[in-house]
């Protein structure tokens, strides 16, 4: 198992462990559904619209990396 990371514009940085940066990824999809990334907007985001599931999506293909 390796340890994976990504860091959102807000600076919190979440980290995931997994076979593989795909296994990663997908855990970490998995994790950010409708109602996290809405927590999440909420106590991180104040005052900005919250960001759509496939956005979000979009942003952990391109952010996870390697620890």
Known sequence: MQNFSMTC???ETM???AEN???AVAKFKAMMTEDAIKDHM???HSGMPVMSVADCHAQIE???KAM
């Open 42 to 44: 909420t106590q991180k």
């Open 15 to 17: 980290t995931m462990e």
């Open 62 to 64: 391109k952010d996870v």
């Open 21 to 23: 940066r795909e296994e």
């Open 9 to 11: 514009s807000c600076g």
